[in-house]
């Protein structure tokens, strides 16, 4: 029961492109505005068919098309079986009876028999008139994409419609950036979701039992007034709790500090039934000694090995301790980079270091690798002097090694066919000029 890979196109930063995905653990790691919000935003849409966060516009995917998509087509004569469409498809890995029940088919980009969910935002041919009125009216040339044309559709590879409440993986996402506006009912309803539909329906009963008692009650027998319990919305009174440390007592979380509260989330997730658990950027707004309880939370993930955990970080300490070999170095437009291939013992080297940037190091092109940290001040007046200006402005990035570790740093620059420069001393033996030849 896994997400094995996502296709995307047209989707905000990817054009086309494909991101497989490992059972248990995978981080998705990669500069700014790379991608890899977007990937989880993918995921949760065609899933849990949610909307664009775009409260005024939430089920007009438009927001989410590819700019250059859009540019290319405005740039054209206007034809409606031209329109730039966003698809996504979730290939998944179910049990026997779920996947030849209702996923398994054909119904996909690769005509395979395979198992998964598809999302499609395309033109609607109803409305072809309309369009081919509008484009008279504008002269043969648009300045923006119709969206109110379009329509989104959700189909399994069995070609069957699909809704989010029969998602396979009761997957949810825990984005930690938001902790202002509703996002407390949003996550609570998230909860609900994500249990089976016997436990959803068990909750939703003894809720209407308890609230006819309260109608049928003596204190409202000549009131005129009651409880019409059809009307009652269980997830409308529904708050997501956390135990309070040391007490036996329950807190909100809406009560709780930022910090607190993501960390909550976190653990709450996994006492649900979800099989895949998104999570977006776990260490905001965490100390390190939170950031460290974070940390053995996510790892239960793996503990029973039939959840699933996909998260995006730009911790270095998340990044070292859920296992550098968990990976995934997103790019736009360029096929996600796994490090499943990497020297075990180099893997091992950066899982021990959290006083590392792995994301610097993964995004730097030029690399100056020195021994200590008395190198590491000189070396950037060094290079501005020699090239008349400092290392950041250059794209050379500096690191101390805190030793002569420098085998590791290159091969893993080498991994990424990244420039590395080593400097180091002799220390009066000539073997240690002659290994680090060989390491570069």
Do not use: C
């Given at each position: 029961?896994?997400?094995k890979k996502?296709?995307?196109?047209n989707?905000?930063k990817f054009?086309?492109?494909?991101?497989?995905f490992?059972n248990?653990?995978n981080m998705l790691?990669?500069?700014?505005?790379?991608?890899?919000s977007?990937?989880?935003?993918a995921?949760?849409i065609v899933?849990n068919?949610?909307?664009?966060?775009?409260?005024?516009?939430?089920?007009a995917?438009?927001t989410?098309?590819?700019?250059?998509?859009?540019?290319?087509?405005?740039?054209n004569?206007?034809?409606a079986?031209?329109l730039?469409?966003?698809?996504?498809?979730?290939?998944?890995?179910?049990d026997?009876y779920?996947?030849?029940?209702?996923?398994?088919?054909?119904?996909n980009?690769?005509?395979?028999?395979?198992?998964?969910?598809?999302?499609?935002y395309?033109?609607?041919?109803e409305?072809?008139?309309?369009?081919q009125?509008m484009?008279?009216?504008s002269?043969?040339e648009?300045?923006?994409?119709?969206?109110e044309?379009?329509?989104?559709?959700?189909?399994?590879?069995?070609?069957?419609?699909?809704?989010?409440?029969?998602n396979?993986?009761?997957?949810?996402?825990?984005?930690?950036?938001?902790?202002?506006?509703?996002s407390?009912?949003?996550?609570?309803?998230k909860?609900?979701?994500?249990?089976?539909?016997t436990?959803k329906?068990?909750?939703?009963?003894?809720?209407?039992?308890?609230?006819?008692?309260?109608?049928?009650?003596?204190?409202?027998?000549?009131?005129?007034?009651?409880v019409?319990?059809n009307?009652?919305r269980?997830?409308?009174?529904?708050?997501?709790?956390a135990?309070?440390?040391?007490?036996q007592?329950?807190?909100?979380?809406?009560?709780?500090?930022?910090g607190t509260?993501?960390?909550?989330k976190?653990?709450l997730?996994?006492?649900?039934?979800s099989?895949?658990?998104?999570?977006?950027?776990p260490?905001?707004?965490?100390?390190l000694?939170t950031t460290?309880?974070?940390?053995?939370?996510?790892k239960k993930?793996?503990?029973?090995?039939?959840?699933?955990?996909i998260i995006?970080?730009?911790?270095?300490?998340?990044?070292?301790r859920l296992?550098?070999n968990?990976?995934?170095?997103?790019q736009e437009n360029t096929?996600?980079?796994s490090?499943?291939?990497l020297?075990?013992?180099?893997?091992n080297?950066?899982?021990?270091?959290?006083?590392v940037d792995v994301?610097q190091?993964l995004?730097s092109?030029?690399i100056?690798?020195?021994?200590g940290?008395?190198?590491?001040?000189?070396?950037?007046?060094?290079?501005?002097?020699?090239?008349?200006?400092?290392?950041?402005?250059?794209?050379?990035h500096?690191?101390?090694?805190?030793?002569d570790?420098?085998?590791?740093?290159?091969?893993?620059s080498?991994y990424?066919?990244?420039?590395?420069?080593?400097f180091?001393d002799?220390?009066?033996?000539?073997?240690?000029?002659?290994?680090?030849?060989?390491?570069?």
């Amino acid at each position: 029961m896994m997400l094995k890979k996502i296709k995307l196109w047209n989707f905000k930063k990817f054009t086309e492109s494909i991101i497989n995905f490992n059972n248990g653990t995978n981080m998705l790691l990669g500069a700014n505005d790379s991608g890899k919000s977007s990937v989880l935003k993918a995921i949760d849409i065609v899933l849990n068919q949610s909307g664009t966060d775009d409260w005024k516009n939430r089920s007009a995917y438009g927001t989410l098309l590819n700019n250059s998509s859009a540019q290319t087509f405005l740039q054209n004569e206007p034809i409606a079986s031209q329109l730039p469409i966003i698809k996504i498809e979730a290939w998944i890995e179910l049990d026997e009876y779920i996947q030849n029940a209702n996923f398994d088919g054909a119904n996909n980009s690769e005509n395979l028999q395979a198992t998964g969910i598809k999302f499609e935002y395309a033109f609607d041919d109803e409305f072809s008139l309309e369009f081919q009125n509008m484009v008279h009216e504008s002269g043969g040339e648009l300045a923006f994409i119709p969206f109110e044309f379009y329509k989104a559709t959700w189909y399994t590879f069995s070609g069957k419609s699909y809704s989010f409440r029969s998602n396979p993986l009761k997957s949810i996402l825990i984005d930690n950036d938001r902790t202002a506006g509703d996002s407390f009912s949003s996550y609570a309803a998230k909860l609900l979701d994500s249990l089976s539909n016997t436990r959803k329906n068990i909750i939703n009963i003894q809720f209407k039992n308890s609230l006819s008692t309260i109608s049928d009650h003596e204190s409202l027998s000549d009131t005129g007034l009651g409880v019409d319990v059809n009307r009652i919305r269980p997830i409308d009174f529904l708050e997501a709790y956390a135990e309070e440390q040391n007490s036996q007592s329950k807190l909100p979380l809406r009560d709780m500090g930022s910090g607190t509260e993501n960390y909550i989330k976190t653990e709450l997730a996994l006492k649900t039934e979800s099989k895949l658990v998104l999570v977006e950027e776990p260490e905001n707004h965490l100390d390190l000694l939170t950031t460290r309880k974070q940390i053995e939370a996510l790892k239960k993930i793996n503990e029973t090995g039939d959840r699933q955990l996909i998260i995006t970080t730009h911790s270095p300490v998340i990044a070292s301790r859920l296992n550098f070999n968990n990976v995934l170095w997103i790019q736009e437009n360029t096929p996600a980079m796994s490090f499943q291939s990497l020297d075990r013992d180099t893997v091992n080297y950066f899982n021990r270091l959290d006083n590392v940037d792995v994301l610097q190091l993964l995004m730097s092109r030029k690399i100056v690798l020195v021994e200590g940290p008395t190198e590491y001040v000189l070396m950037n007046n060094m290079i501005k002097k020699v090239l008349g200006d400092n290392g950041d402005s250059l794209g050379i990035h500096i690191f101390s090694m805190g030793g002569d570790h420098f085998k590791r740093y290159v091969e893993l620059s080498s991994y990424l066919n990244n420039k590395v420069v080593i400097f180091t001393d002799n220390d009066q033996k000539s073997s240690r000029i002659e290994k680090a030849n060989e390491a570069s």
